[in-house]
């Protein structure tokens, strides 16, 4: 059986027809479609077999579709159960046997029965999350609140359920449930719970399954906990350092300790390896020579510096940091001892005299240095920049955004170059036009302060 081409009709056949079905939403994908092809071939077989079928998200008749599963980039896989009236998304590989593996377990039961110590074995592994509900009897609210909790995380973690604990690797054994005991690779190796409302389960689940203080190297059995731990909504305190360095355990344990103090403040804790950590350092503007360090991030982008950390600092930063003594930390270039092109510098550290408190008319270029269209671009506002080197009103000016913090607001850049326009009164707006040297002009003077309206504003003020 090959891939099944569905369009709205066809998919709700689908959905009425195969309990367990993958849909593949897919523009331009052609790295991932010889991959699920054959996984489509080998699934087919499968008992009960498991239907992949795609969808063309290009045709205008499919876009209502897409809107409808929430579609909002390619490639997007989607699992539908029950008919259809269970929509999850697909969190597994994306190559032929990653994906087969991953269904088969998908398409079989939420939860798996442990009736002996192999069974929990093979459930139960070191390097992972397992939750395992222990009942006296699999009948009752109990038990069906677990497996709801079960079908619901599926794609997240292992479950099972038990009659006996003595089958379990840890854990107090003579206990004849209900109860949830929550195995992990780290901190205290398992925990109980026993409260079954659903809500409380999925709590339970989301703050149990995270480590105290997540490790950030180059083994992949921690990249799990890593992903979860960026994907929170916590403020994140990162610590990095040389994990061979003659401080680093007292600098872990002391960092651990702290992190202990403040988790339950809305605050997620890292300690990461400098040797696995190049993209952390780029993203944040940090230097290798200023490591063991701590940076702290907010949702808002908005971030704490703490450098050259020795062990007894770690306590007293992050107090003085809750406290509100630490100053936020940008990311900034030097500014520039010279400025004299005719299209001017502009970094982080400038950034509010440049463009809020010049009193100038301000064209500002956020750009990347690897962007094709930056490049194409850049001669253009030479040009532009040159037609108004005898106006002081005006100023052209570019940012390298790759190494110099953005204000998030009023700017929202998602795309290189991003143009935005600031007038001398204040007034901010997005140029979104023709990139020619002409229609940048012509935006310029339609949003322009000139010099005797600039008169007015400071009057009026």
């Known amino acids: 059986m090959s891939i099944e081409i569905v369009n709205m009709v066809g998919l709700t056949n689908l959905a009425i027809t195969w309990t367990f079905s993958l849909i593949y939403w897919?523009?331009?994908?052609?790295?991932?479609?010889?991959?699920?092809e054959k996984a489509a071939s080998i699934l087919s077989s499968h008992d009960p077999p498991v239907l992949l079928a795609k969808v063309d998200a290009n045709d205008e008749k499919n876009r209502e579709l897409a809107n409808e599963f929430e579609v909002q980039?390619?490639?997007?896989?989607k699992i539908l159960r029950n008919g259809g009236k269970v929509v999850q998304e697909y969190k597994g590989p994306r190559e032929t046997n990653g994906i087969v593996d991953y269904l088969k377990k998908q398409s079989g039961p939420a939860t798996t029965e442990i009736k002996s110590v192999d069974d929990a074995s093979v459930i139960i592994g070191e390097n992972k999350v397992v939750i395992v509900g222990?009942?006296?009897?699999?009948?009752?609210?109990?038990?069906?609140?677990?497996?709801?909790?079960?079908?619901?995380?599926?794609?997240?973690?292992?479950?099972?359920?038990?009659?006996?604990?003595?089958?379990?690797?840890?854990?107090?054994?003579?206990?004849?449930?209900?109860?949830?005991?929550?195995?992990?690779?780290?901190?205290?190796?398992f925990i109980d719970f026993k409260d079954f409302h659903v809500e409380a389960l999925e709590k339970f689940v989301e703050e149990s399954s995270v480590p105290i203080v997540t490790i950030f190297n180059n083994d992949p059995s921690n990249h799990p906990f890593v992903i979860k731990f960026f994907n929170n909504p916590h403020v994140k305190a990162m610590m990095f350092i040389n994990f061979t360095a003659d401080t680093a355990d007292s600098l872990k344990l002391k960092y651990h300790e702290t992190a202990e103090q403040y988790r339950k403040e809305g605050i997620s804790f890292l300690v990461g390896d400098v040797e696995a950590s190049q993209g952390a350092f780029q993203y944040f503007g940090l230097k290798v020579d200023q490591v063991p360090l701590i940076i702290v991030q907010h949702n808002?982008?908005?971030?704490?510096?703490?450098?050259?950390?020795?062990?007894?600092?770690?306590?007293?930063?992050?107090?003085?940091?809750?406290?509100?003594n630490v100053e936020p930390f940008k990311k900034s270039e030097p500014i520039p001892e010279v400025n004299n092109e005719p299209v001017k510098v502009?970094?982080?550290?400038?950034?509010?005299?440049?463009?809020?408190?010049?009193?100038?008319?301000?064209?500002?270029?956020?750009?990347?240095p690897w962007c094709g269209h930056c490049k194409k671009l850049a001669p253009i506002l030479e040009e532009v920049a040159v037609s108004y080197q005898s106006n002081p009103d005006v100023v052209i000016a570019k940012l390298d955004a790759t190494v110099n913090d953005i204000p998030s607001e009023p700017f929202d850049v998602r795309g290189y170059p991003t143009l935005y326009f600031r007038s001398a009164s204040g007034k901010i707006s997005q140029y979104d036009g023709n990139r020619t040297k002409e229609d940048i002009i012509d935006f310029i003077e339609k949003n322009r302060d000139k010099p005797d309206q600039q008169e007015q504003v400071k009057d009026e003020l």
């Open 300 to 324: 808002d982008g908005s971030k704490f510096l703490k450098t050259n950390l020795e062990p007894d600092h770690i306590a007293t930063w992050l107090k003085a940091y809750k406290d509100g």
């Open 73 to 77: 980039g390619f490639p997007t896989i």
């Open 134 to 189: 222990i009942f006296p009897k699999f009948s009752g609210e109990e038990f069906e609140n677990f497996t709801a909790l079960a079908e619901t995380l599926r794609s997240e973690y292992d479950f099972g359920h038990t009659l006996d604990a003595k089958h379990l690797p840890r854990g107090e054994s003579s206990v004849t449930g209900p109860v949830i005991r929550l195995f992990k690779p780290f901190d205290e190796l």
């Open 26 to 36: 897919c523009g331009h994908c052609m790295k991932l479609a010889p991959e699920y």
């Open 346 to 368: 502009v970094v982080a550290d400038n950034f509010q005299d440049v463009v809020f408190n010049s009193g100038k008319n301000v064209l500002l270029e956020f750009y990347a």
